[in-house]
């Protein structure tokens, strides 16, 4: 765990601030062949599941390279900057037509396509029943509360904040700021936990404790998060 400063020994974590994408919900199978094709459907684009799957791994080979993560510096800002930002650089990758791109767009924003952690839901709400205050922070374009509606703890978490709604974005520390005032928890008794050194990793500036999870993840294995459980007693 990375600390912002020395602390004493009697100080506690009385809250816990978590990312989204990669840290609860895996970021690694959002755009899936199936979906894709019934997405496509309802655009009057018919699509095999093979061609879907390619597809995918075209957009995906072209958003993740050098100038897509470029493109994308900034987007998560609002969401009308994520839809121009996500469209333009989905287009350019076959290129598709707006048809096409329109349905993974979709694929890519709906909440039914991120599947939590098997070690998400329990953490959570093991933390809950404990009485921490928990909360999201993360850099995203669009509403990403019905994901966790969906699976049944939307109404554990005392805060949600999102990129897109306040158009600040990590690793500005006077997002991690706000983010700790909506908990109303002093920064240094707030634990943040994420998976990328840069810009979770930044929460130090604004005082907060981090805890940063390795990089390697599947979709099908725990995440790691039971160490918060010993991180916060």
Request: charged residues 25%; negative net charge.
């Amino acid at each position: 765990m990375l600390s912002a400063v020395d602390e004493p020994a009697d100080a506690r974590v009385e809250a816990v601030l978590f990312d989204f994408s990669g840290t609860l919900f895996d970021d690694t199978g959002v755009l899936d062949p199936p979906a894709l094709v019934a997405a496509a459907e309802r655009h009057h684009v018919p699509l095999g599941e093979r061609e879907a799957a390619g597809i995918i791994r075209r957009t995906l080979r072209h958003v993740d390279s050098p100038e897509g993560l470029k493109a994308r510096e900034g987007c998560d800002l609002s969401r009308e900057a994520h839809r121009s930002t996500w469209t333009t650089l989905i287009a350019e990758a076959g290129p598709f037509g707006p048809d096409l791109t329109e349905a993974l767009y979709e694929c890519l924003t709906d909440p039914g396509a991120w599947h939590p952690y098997p070690d998400t839901v329990p953490v959570l709400t093991t933390l809950r029943d404990r009485g921490v205050r928990l909360g999201v922070l993360s850099n995203i374009g669009w509403d990403i509360r019905p994901a966790f509606d969906r699976v049944g703890v939307l109404e554990s978490l005392h805060s949600v904040v999102l990129s897109c709604e306040h158009g600040l974005a990590k690793p500005d520390p006077a997002l991690f700021a706000l983010a700790c005032e909506r908990l109303g928890t002093d920064p240094g008794q707030v634990l943040y936990v994420g998976d990328d050194p840069v810009k979770d990793g930044a929460a130090v500036r604004a005082g907060l404790p981090v805890y940063l999870l390795p990089s390697d993840r599947n979709v099908r294995m725990p995440r790691g998060l039971a160490a918060v459980l010993r991180l916060v007693r």
